[in-house]
């Protein structure tokens, strides 16, 4: 599967038609959009959508931290039309599920919603692509079923790294993802801020410097929901707590030896 060597998520060839109004943004076309789809999970279901034919080669996209399925919008038109691509949302992303309540989110749940999704399609063999946090748990798949894994796309992304946290650090940082979650838990009763499409679009923007404005239009159409008075981001608040393991880096050189996969890294 190729690649062209310049492509970026947010930066690709402008389409012909400019997107239609925010305020008309729940009903806006993607295009070459085949299906939208839902896999059941214990707590509600993993919500997806795919591009091409089912009967072709399989290719699994997963976006980056608070991101969403739309990431992949502009990119998946360009590529080779005998793929079938499916992008997901991970839990408390997109149109995805929120995880049950009282519990914090933890990298390798990511990391068991590609297993999960994969059983229900019944894949055995397929290519993993991931951008950012979507290329970290593509890499740790890799290594922990490579056998499932034919290549690994990694778009800004090293796949995952050492990050080793010793003594208070390691202390601390488990310490904030407990007081983080118990804050959460104390305001859940309030309920969620209502923003107009374009103050929803520019708090967007200002936290992603990298976003054109097309692009922030992209992912809110999946990562907000339209309610009266106007948009409430569908994201779970928790998700924006880091809660992962550290790796020492013989850990990780003894996981990447796991790896079957060809890799491709695009930076």
Not at 70 to 87: C, E, G, Q, S, V
Not at 117 to 141: D, I, N
Not at 236 to 262: G, P, W, Y
Request: hydrophobic residues 40%; contains cysteine.
């Amino acid at each position: 599967m190729r690649l062209h060597r310049h492509a970026k998520l947010y930066r690709l060839q402008e389409i012909e038609n400019e997107m239609p109004s925010l305020l008309k943004w729940s009903s806006l076309p993607v295009a070459g959009m085949v299906s939208e789809l839902k896999f059941p999970v214990p707590w509600g279901h993993i919500a997806a959508k795919a591009w091409g034919s089912p009967q072709g080669r399989p290719v699994l996209c997963l976006h980056g931290w608070l991101d969403n399925a739309n990431t992949f919008n502009r990119l998946i038109p360009l590529l080779p039309k005998d793929y079938y691509y499916m992008a997901m949302d991970f839990g408390g992303h997109g149109l995805s599920s929120h995880r049950p309540a009282g519990f914090p989110y933890h990298f390798l749940d990511y990391v068991s919603e590609i297993r999960r999704v994969t059983a229900a399609l019944k894949w055995s063999r397929f290519t993993l692509m991931g951008h950012s946090l979507g290329g970290s748990v593509a890499g740790m798949f890799s290594c922990i079923f490579p056998e499932m894994v034919d290549k690994l796309i990694l778009v800004e992304s090293y796949g995952f790294f050492p990050a080793p946290q010793k003594g208070d650090a390691w202390l601390n940082s488990k310490r904030k993802v407990i007081e983080r979650l118990l804050s959460l838990e104390e305001n859940k009763h309030q309920p969620p801020k209502i923003r107009s499409p374009q103050e929803a679009l520019q708090r967007l923007l200002q936290a992603n410097s990298h976003l054109t404005e097309e692009s922030g239009r992209i992912l809110l159409q999946r990562g907000a929901t339209e309610v009266p008075g106007g948009l409430v981001y569908n994201r779970d608040m928790r998700a924006l707590t880091h809660n992962q393991d550290s790796l020492t880096l013989e850990q990780c050189v003894s996981f990447l030896n796991k790896i079957q996969a060809s890799v491709l890294m695009i930076m």
